[in-house]
């Protein structure tokens, strides 16, 4: 694993195609399910369950994971294509581990896998026990590093159909009814759950933008056409709203009645409003709308990367908060403890979901007889901007965060400047963040 080029970090083992061989993602797989054995989440005879996005790459990679699960002595639960947070959920629900073949919102030459425990995301903790690992692997590969015979995944079991009912369960048949929302659905695997989900919500849904080319969104750095697009599609089709996600669409993307995407950050907090939520766990890089708001109590920031979302949430319950969430600057959204949506339970999931956070906006606008720009509008004013550096060498970043790591005009004058903690992002004594996420 330390020699294939393909890092392992907090969004699990992710590198270039031709580097992710059937030999290095099969050496992931058993490593991980290693780590888990010896803190007896693993046995053999146990089912684990996969799934995978839309790229061209993942059901490769999907073959070779259930190859070094059954190697390792598990009972694959294929899951198909599907949203990253079904496949955890499901794994949850079954009190089993379960793996997600996706490079999320990064372009396709690219892939990985993330890796959930029993109870949810693997944590910091874990991702030193999985590197850790010495794996034995078998005479199945070729001198290129892939399968010498074809491995099938095995039957596919149905874990859309319960996590649509999860929210319908939960905020009734009727919540969207009278509203016409527009799905962008690009090449997101969640894309025709997101359809039906509108449709069994009771709103009409209006199927924007499919593409058989993978197309990588990104929730953070929106591109310049899908803005424009979003505009155009929201005045031709007079629609409420539009929704969408990424390539795994464990991250929102939510734009107003004019068509204006929403930053995740301010979608998260309007979730947390709308689902009556006290504490809240959410990374540095978020702005601090959420806590000039004066809705919650406490506000636990933490470091990017959701396993530090998770740990900061499991603290907050074991302080004995009753209501606990994070959000990420991204619109993912994580729910930690179980809420009452109308007098009925919704059951926690603490893992990155983009459909809780559109969906409890949505019906609270609704609720509230407003658009979705009123209700941002009902916030502290937060002015924010992110991009991304594309085609930039990792390599050469790290050396840039190195050089800049002892940089004294980070430190000094800043009051509440947090340094190296999550790639420079600080808090200013205004209340204003500051620096790239």
């Given at each position: 694993?330390?020699?294939?080029?393909?890092?392992?970090?907090?969004?699990?083992?992710?590198?270039?195609?031709?580097?992710?061989?059937?030999?290095?993602?099969?050496?992931?797989?058993?490593?991980?399910?290693?780590?888990?054995?010896?803190?007896?989440?693993?046995?053999?005879?146990?089912?684990?369950?996969?799934?995978?996005?839309?790229?061209?790459?993942?059901?490769?990679?999907?073959?070779?994971?259930?190859?070094?699960?059954?190697?390792?002595?598990?009972?694959?639960?294929?899951?198909?294509?599907?949203?990253?947070?079904?496949?955890?959920?499901?794994?949850?629900?079954?009190?089993?581990?379960?793996?997600?073949?996706?490079?999320?919102?990064?372009?396709?030459?690219?892939?990985?896998?993330?890796?959930?425990?029993?109870?949810?995301?693997?944590?910091?903790?874990?991702?030193?026990?999985?590197?850790?690992?010495?794996?034995?692997?078998?005479?199945?590969?070729?001198?290129?590093?892939?399968?010498?015979?074809?491995?099938?995944?095995?039957?596919?079991?149905?874990?859309?159909?319960?996590?649509?009912?999860?929210?319908?369960?939960?905020?009734?048949?009727?919540?969207?009814?009278?509203?016409?929302?527009?799905?962008?659905?690009?090449?997101?695997?969640?894309?025709?759950?997101?359809?039906?989900?509108?449709?069994?919500?009771?709103?009409?849904?209006?199927?924007?933008?499919?593409?058989?080319?993978?197309?990588?969104?990104?929730?953070?750095?929106?591109?310049?056409?899908?803005?424009?697009?979003?505009?155009?599609?929201?005045?031709?089709?007079?629609?409420?709203?539009?929704?969408?996600?990424?390539?795994?669409?464990?991250?929102?993307?939510?734009?107003?009645?004019?068509?204006?995407?929403?930053?995740?950050?301010?979608?998260?907090?309007?979730?947390?409003?709308?689902?009556?939520?006290?504490?809240?766990?959410?990374?540095?890089?978020?702005?601090?709308?959420?806590?000039?708001?004066?809705?919650?109590?406490?506000?636990?920031?933490?470091?990017?990367?959701?396993?530090?979302?998770?740990?900061?949430?499991?603290?907050?319950?074991?302080?004995?908060?009753?209501?606990?969430?994070?959000?990420?600057?991204?619109?993912?959204?994580?729910?930690?403890?179980?809420v009452m949506v109308e007098g009925r339970t919704l059951g926690a999931l603490p893992t990155r979901d983009a459909v809780l956070p559109m969906l409890a906006t949505l019906v609270d606008a609704r609720r509230q007889g407003v658009t979705l720009s009123a209700l941002q509008a009902q916030l502290p004013e937060r002015y924010?901007?992110?991009?991304?550096?594309?085609?930039?060498?990792?390599?050469?970043?790290q050396a840039t965060m190195a050089a800049a790591g002892p940089c004294s005009a980070l430190r000094g004058p800043l009051p509440s400047a947090s340094g190296r903690l999550s790639r420079f992002a600080g808090l200013l004594k205004e209340g204003h963040l500051f620096g790239p996420t």
């Amino acid at each position: 694993m330390t020699q294939s080029g393909v890092a392992f970090g907090t969004s699990g083992a992710r590198g270039l195609v031709t580097a992710m061989t059937d030999r290095v993602c099969f050496a992931y797989s058993c490593a991980f399910l290693q780590h888990l054995a010896s803190i007896g989440q693993f046995k053999a005879g146990q089912h684990v369950a996969i799934a995978g996005d839309l790229r061209p790459s993942t059901p490769r990679i999907m073959a070779a994971c259930a190859a070094a699960i059954e190697h390792m002595g598990g009972v694959v639960d294929n899951c198909g294509f599907v949203p990253s947070p079904a496949v955890a959920g499901y794994g949850v629900a079954q009190r089993i581990p379960s793996l997600m073949v996706t490079g999320s919102h990064i372009p396709d030459d690219r892939n990985g896998i993330k890796f959930n425990r029993t109870d949810g995301e693997v944590l910091k903790a874990d991702e030193q026990g999985i590197r850790s690992q010495s794996v034995n692997l078998p005479d199945l590969f070729d001198g290129e590093g892939m399968l010498k015979a074809a491995h099938p995944v095995g039957p596919l079991i149905d874990v859309a159909t319960p996590y649509i009912a999860r929210y319908v369960d939960a905020f009734g048949s009727q919540a969207l009814s009278g509203l016409k929302l527009g799905v962008y659905e690009h090449s997101a695997v969640g894309r025709d759950i997101l359809v039906a989900l509108v449709e069994a919500l009771g709103g009409e849904a209006v199927s924007l933008g499919r593409s058989d080319r993978f197309i990588p969104v990104d929730t953070e750095a929106v591109r310049p056409e899908d803005q424009k697009l979003a505009r155009e599609w929201a005045a031709e089709h007079k629609l409420d709203a539009i929704l969408s996600n990424d390539g795994d669409s464990d991250r929102p993307l939510l734009a107003d009645e004019a068509g204006v995407w929403m930053r995740g950050d301010v979608l998260g907090i309007l979730c947390a409003r709308a689902l009556g939520i006290k504490a809240v766990a959410t990374p540095v890089s978020c702005n601090s709308a959420v806590e000039l708001s004066g809705l919650f109590d406490p506000v636990r920031r933490t470091r990017i990367g959701s396993p530090f979302v998770i740990e900061a949430m499991n603290a907050l319950v074991a302080e004995g908060q009753e209501s606990v969430c994070g959000y990420e600057a991204n619109g993912g959204f994580l729910l930690a403890t179980p809420v009452m949506v109308e007098g009925r339970t919704l059951g926690a999931l603490p893992t990155r979901d983009a459909v809780l956070p559109m969906l409890a906006t949505l019906v609270d606008a609704r609720r509230q007889g407003v658009t979705l720009s009123a209700l941002q509008a009902q916030l502290p004013e937060r002015y924010t901007f992110s991009e991304r550096l594309q085609d930039y060498p990792t390599t050469q970043s790290q050396a840039t965060m190195a050089a800049a790591g002892p940089c004294s005009a980070l430190r000094g004058p800043l009051p509440s400047a947090s340094g190296r903690l999550s790639r420079f992002a600080g808090l200013l004594k205004e209340g204003h963040l500051f620096g790239p996420t």
